[in-house]
């Protein structure tokens, strides 16, 4: 979908469901900008496009956002305007916002627990599988140990290295709201955090 078939879908309801295949990143940083907050996720199998259901949100900092962003869209058709200060290396795209917006959803939907009963559950399937084909399969054995291994190390790095990655979409998000300008005429721009 290209982004004026994503933005007709946030017109001010109080829940929308966008199917999407690809280009999840924009689709989350459309409906940030919208004003809409993901609520639930649901993949597609096989090739078919994912479902995506978002509900409005309506503190004051969504609505000020929404009305710049729908400002913007109708004048411009640049929704993103607000999001960017001006050309600067160090600046954050809303599309990579929207990728960690959508990374620190998945991990709230998959909370570590769930996560490690679950590698837990395979690594002690294919433990049992693998006495099982020592007997019958040695090759068959080989395989369900190095299975067992490397959920053995899932369980060991995994949950650093799911907390290091939700620090950087939590550190990412933060700074592309500092680096969002509202204009006015009368403060030449002012920064969000400032007004």
Not at 55 to 82: F, P, V
Request: with cysteine; hydrophobic share 45%; aromatic share 14%.
């Amino acid at each position: 979908m290209k982004d004026q078939e994503f933005i007709a879908h946030f017109d001010g309801s109080p829940e929308v469901t966008v199917w999407a295949r690809l280009r999840i990143g924009p689709l989350m940083a459309i409906a940030h900008e919208f004003g809409y907050e993901l609520a639930s996720y649901r993949p597609g199998l096989r090739g078919a496009p994912s479902s995506f259901t978002f509900t409005r949100d309506d503190s004051e900092l969504a609505r000020r956002r929404a009305a710049w962003a729908h400002y913007h869209y109708r004048i411009n058709g640049a929704w993103w305007a607000t999001t960017t200060p001006g050309p600067s290396l160090t600046a954050i795209s809303p599309m990579r916002a929207g990728e960690a917006r959508f990374g620190l959803f998945l991990y709230e939907l998959w909370p570590p627990r769930r996560y490690l009963v679950r590698i837990a559950a395979v690594a002690g399937a294919a433990s049992v599988l693998g006495v099982v084909l020592l007997f019958v399969a040695w090759p068959g054995a080989l395989a369900c140990l190095a299975v067992v291994l490397l959920c053995v190390g899932l369980l060991i790095w995994g949950p650093g290295w799911r907390a290091r990655k939700e620090a950087e979409y939590r550190r990412t998000l933060e700074d592309f709201e500092r680096q969002r300008v509202y204009w006015s005429y009368q403060q030449h721009g002012d920064a969000a955090d400032s007004g």
